[in-house]
């Protein structure tokens, strides 16, 4: 290379013009920073000519070191010109690319269809937490206690012999109804209680038209110092007149549950059948202890219906089966 100052500048005038030429000409930020390197980076085509500078006398150095800054910072200057150009350029190209053109039809989903059994469950949690009433909810696995010795059903009664269900070991089964959750919420809290508990529940029955080995449950329980068979039987009517319409005939008939006492069947008359929906009672005195509650201070009530029977009724439909089949030419008309 030549270490004339002349030629030195002559080389660096050139090498200005034909960066600054290329620069204007690229159109990508990748192009842009391989030319960078290219003229400006430690192994580039500016420090090759200024190696040349070692051989220049002194008085010639600063002469040929000015020109060469001059050029260096022309050629920054045009490459962060050109970069800002092309930066905003591709911002510009990707908002024009995910413009949405409200003009154009939107592509329709088809909106799934809320099962009837979750349907039914909302429906009735709706009018007992409009009555005041909490959510409460338990394990699907229960002990012995929890399910039955806490809600006066003994290992020798024989209601037990209505509820069969699935042991596992260890002394756990699963829950045959969602009792169990009234036991758990009161042991940890004191009067007043007013709690609504939905939930499966496991029964080992034979599967038929009206009958399934998993089922869902919805249960209230009313706990208070002065209760009395007439605020449940209030509180009943209340619910199915809200469920069934105002119209609604609605009798009690008397029954028995290990868990109340007294205990009733409810029937209501509907399309000019009398139909069993639900059973009720007043809280037992022996439930009341086992959870810690003193039965001269306080009284309750609760109550327990089937969401599949409410469902088939309301819905007219012929076999619990089909609540559990998946099909979606019978799901979709719901």
Same mark, same amino acid.
């Given at each position: 290379?030549? #270490? ?18 290329? &620069? ?11 030319? $960078? ?23 010639? $150095?600063?002469?040929?070191? /000015? ?15 050109? @970069? ?27 909106? !799934? ?29 229960? /002990? ?25 070991? !260890? ?11 009234? &036991? @758990? ?13 939905? !939930? ?5 029955? #034979? ?6 080995? /998993?089922?869902?449950? &919805?249960? +209230? ?13 209030? #509180? +009943?009517?209340?619910?199915? $007149? @809200? ?7 609605? =009798?009690? @008939? ?5 868990? #109340? ?7 209501? =008359? ?21 959870? !810690? ?35 979606? $030419? ?5």
């Amino acid at each position: 290379m030549s #270490t004339s100052p002349n030629q030195l500048e002559t080389q660096l005038k050139e090498l200005q013009q034909q960066a600054l030429d290329l &620069i204007g000409a690229l159109t990508n930020l990748e192009e842009l920073e391989q030319l $960078r390197v290219k003229y400006l980076g430690k192994k580039g085509d500016l420090s090759q000519i200024l190696r040349g500078m070692g051989k220049l006398s002194p008085e010639e $150095r600063p002469i040929v070191g /000015t020109l060469a800054n001059e050029v260096k910072e022309k050629i920054q200057n045009q490459l962060d010109s050109r @970069r800002q150009t092309l930066q905003q350029a591709e911002i510009e190209a990707q908002l024009q690319a995910e413009t949405l053109d409200v003009t154009m039809p939107g592509v329709s989903r088809p909106l !799934g269809h809320i099962h009837p059994l979750n349907g039914m469950v909302d429906r009735i949690l709706d009018v007992f937490v409009g009555l005041g009433y909490t959510v409460a909810s338990g394990p699907h696995i229960e /002990t012995d206690y929890y399910n039955f010795e806490a809600l006066n059903t003994p290992a020798d009664h024989p209601a037990r012999d209505m509820q069969d269900t699935f042991y596992l070991p !260890g002394g756990h089964l699963l829950r045959t109804h969602t009792s169990s959750v009234q &036991i @758990r919420h009161m042991e940890n809290r004191e009067p007043p209680i007013r709690i609504v508990a939905p !939930g499966r529940c496991y029964r080992r029955d #034979t599967v038929d038209a009206t009958h399934s080995a /998993t089922f869902h449950q &919805i249960e +209230i329980l009313a706990v208070d110092k002065g209760l009395q068979f007439t605020d449940l039987k209030g #509180t +009943i009517k209340e619910f199915l $007149r @809200r469920i069934f319409g105002d119209d609604i005939t609605v =009798q009690f @008939r008397a029954s028995y549950f290990p868990f #109340t006492e007294p205990s009733a069947e409810v029937d209501v =008359q509907w399309k000019g059948k009398w139909l069993e929906v639900m059973g009720c009672g007043m809280v037992d005195p022996n439930v009341l202890k086992a959870v !810690g509650y003193d039965p001269e201070i306080y009284t309750g009530f609760a109550a327990g219906l089937g969401v599949e029977r409410f469902a088939m009724v309301l819905h007219q439909i012929d076999d619990i089966r089909r609540l559990y089949a998946s099909d979606l $030419r019978f799901l979709q008309q719901f």
